[in-house]
């Protein structure tokens, strides 16, 4: 079981609004900050559903090549909603909410890059 994973941005404080209003229809919220002071090195901000942050940002440069991370929806609706937030605090569309069967019948997914390039998804594996 994967208990938390990340990515490595180049704008932290970009990067941290980005990540706010786009998970947010999936119910994420930005739960803790460390600061570099603590870390030794950069800024960290970790995001989940309450009280466990499971996905984290650190600051310093983007990983390369760019990172893909898909996250849990709770209904189509709400992959909707991510994709339209993502899009609305400045990523860029890299495929618009819809089934993607060939993964399997009930795949509903949406992708959309961060302001570093990173491929985030958010899927509902559910029937409609």
């Given at each position: 079981?994967?208990?938390?994973?990340?990515?490595?941005?180049?704008?932290?404080?970009?990067s941290k609004a980005f990540y706010t209003?786009?998970?947010?229809?999936?119910?994420?919220?930005?739960?803790?900050?460390?600061?570099?002071a603590l870390?030794?090195?950069t800024d960290m901000a970790g995001f989940g559903e309450p009280?466990?942050?499971?996905f984290?940002?650190?600051?310093g440069g983007p990983n390369r090549p760019a990172i893909h991370v898909a996250f849990?929806?709770?209904?189509?609706?709400?992959?909707?909603?991510?994709?339209?937030?993502a899009l609305a605090a400045g990523g860029t569309d890299n495929g618009a909410p819809g089934l993607r069967p060939h993964y399997h019948p009930h795949y509903y997914g949406a992708f959309?890059?961060?302001p570093?390039?990173?491929?985030?998804?958010?899927?509902?594996?559910?029937?409609?």
């Open positions: 079981m994967i208990d938390h994973t990340g990515v490595a941005v180049t704008d932290f404080a970009q209003q786009a998970l947010a229809p999936l119910g994420y919220q930005l739960l803790m900050e460390v600061s570099a870390t030794g090195s009280p466990k942050t499971d984290w940002i650190s600051g849990r929806a709770p209904s189509r609706a709400a992959v909707d909603a991510f994709h339209a937030a959309v890059r961060d570093d390039g990173h491929n985030i998804e958010a899927v509902c594996h559910a029937a409609e």
